[in-house]
């Protein structure tokens, strides 16, 4: 299967630097999520995978065009046309007709549990059901590459349930699947992760291997003993030291969100270090 | 929890739109010091409830009360609220927007009591500070007037994880001080830092109670296959709800039997066995 993906690439507005030195493989047969708070640099790196903007240094490889699925954050449906309307209306984009675009819309608007509303205009679906067709025109023309910007955001979890199964299948089959999300157990949950942070990898790999190359440890406690070196996750605090855990009850296996929180403390840290 | 401190009861509480019951004979407690999650899918009757609860919209029938009595002008001062939309006035300073709140809700309010990233923009435009600091913003003019009960829609969308451990670490805090706090979130991670949920679907109460009381004993079948692409496919095309986590698939709110025969007449070998269902599978589970 072809392997698509992004090496080395830094991408600039003006003297904004969005990306720098960034590097994603996002091969076929498998999830890949981009993970990142507002402002990370998630959608410009998705952007500069599918050709919209073009990086200062470093290469892309993607396939030709028409083998590009993308689904923009703003879910790429037309509020005003049917459900209908709107598979017609890329599926001819793409030269998709007769009997071949009637399997096709059929296909995916049953697998999405949208077949029941095909007359209902695409302004009128709850939030989670127009990302559901977003996700439909993209994958209308079976593409090799589909890249999907923040899927989820803003979907109810009920529904976050039905599109990470449309995701999953598309990976299932072949495709290479690659998606931006700011939740961490969307990120947990792919094959592999790039958690970004300012335009920057923070962490990347298979979840279960990132989280086993931790270094230090993280105990669960009621007060932190440094708190600058710990965060809230519940009613406890988890605490991070940069030495293993002795065996003591209060050691935890940390989930990525833990991971995550770690790195940036670091680097929040590192920043701090250099303005003195 | 004891009738004396709670701060906010619904009892009964029924919102029709038309024929369209938004909200439907909801009952509700909210207590000094505590946190509590309110979830549900969108158009559940979560917005509704708070904006009830709030006195922003008026009940159908059943009663709200706010610190003892109908809510009014006297118990908005009492409340802290941060809408989805953060609610704060993208054509004025961070400063006057911190005025502007101050004044309304009669708090006393100074420059230097403010967090140093919101210092550093006091003169700009609320609208050209960005989505982070804006968010910081509307939680400073949410709790600048020591509110005793914090109404929170959303809080952490789009927010990277280290500031949503710090936003945590604020509400607890606030929390830890007596303000009782009702937080809505499609962050279902976030359930774990509720000291209770209340899960609505379809503007009724489906369940409610710690994280571990919701999630009660529902299980979820855990399915192992060598060949997962047509395991996951099998049991996707026969409708059922399918999770994959790397290669690993799960499926709610159904039996260890079902799966099997699936499997069976697909011909596709697999390990079942059933585990505790997440947050998400139970919710998955509960809507009808």
Known sequence: ?276 | MTAVTALATARRVTRRFGDFAAVEDVALEIGAGEVVGLLGANGAGKTTLIRMLLGLLAVSSGSVELFGGAPSRATRRRLGYVPQGLGVWSDLTVGENVRFFAAAFGADVRRAAMPAGLAEVWDQLAGEIGLGRRRQLAFACALAHAPELLVLDEPTSGVDPLARARLWDDVREHADRGTGVLVTTHYLEEAHQCDRLIIMAAGRVVARGTLAEVIGDTRTVRVRAASWQRAFDALSEAGLLVTLTGREIRVAASSVAQLAEILDAAGVPAELDEVPASLEETMSTLRD
């Open chain 1, 1 to 276: 299967m072809t392997t698509f993906g992004v090496a080395g690439v830094d991408v600039e507005f003006g003297s904004r630097r969005a990306l720098t030195d960034v590097s994603l493989e996002v091969p076929g047969g498998r999830v890949t999520a981009v993970v990142g708070g507002d402002g990370a640099g998630k959608s410009t790196l998705l952007r500069c995978l599918v050709g919209l903007i073009e990086p200062a240094v470093g290469t892309v490889r993607r396939p030709r065009k028409a083998q590009i699925g993308y689904m923009p954050s703003t879910s790429g449906t037309w509020r005003e046309l049917s459900v209908r309307e709107n598979i017609e209306f890329v599926a001819h984009a793409h030269g998709i007709a007769g009997a071949k675009l009637a399997a096709r819309s059929g296909q995916l608007l049953d697998r999405a549990g949208l077949s029941g509303v095909s007359d209902r205009l695409a302004g009128q679906l709850s939030g989670g059901m127009r990302q559901k067709l977003g996700f439909c025109l993209a994958m209308l023309h079976d593409p090799e590459l589909l890249v999907l910007d923040e899927p989820s955001t803003g979907v109810d979890a009920v529904s976050r349930v039905e599109l990470w199964r449309l995701i999953a299948q598309a990976a299932a089959h072949g495709t290479a699947v690659v998606m931006a999300t700011t939740y961490l157990d969307e990120g947990e949950r792919a094959a592999y992760v790039l958690v970004l942070d300012r335009g920057r990898e923070l962490v990347a790999g298979e979840p279960t291997a990132v989280l086993s190359a931790m270094d230090g440890s993280i105990t669960q406690v009621a007060r932190p003993g440094a708190p600058d070196w710990a965060w809230r996750r519940g009613g406890a605090f988890h605490e991070w030291r940069p030495v293993p855990a002795a065996g003591e009850a209060s050691a935890i296996s940390p989930d990525l969100e833990d991971l995550v929180i770690v790195q940036m403390l670091r680097r929040e840290h590192e920043r701090r270090a250099a303005r003195r």
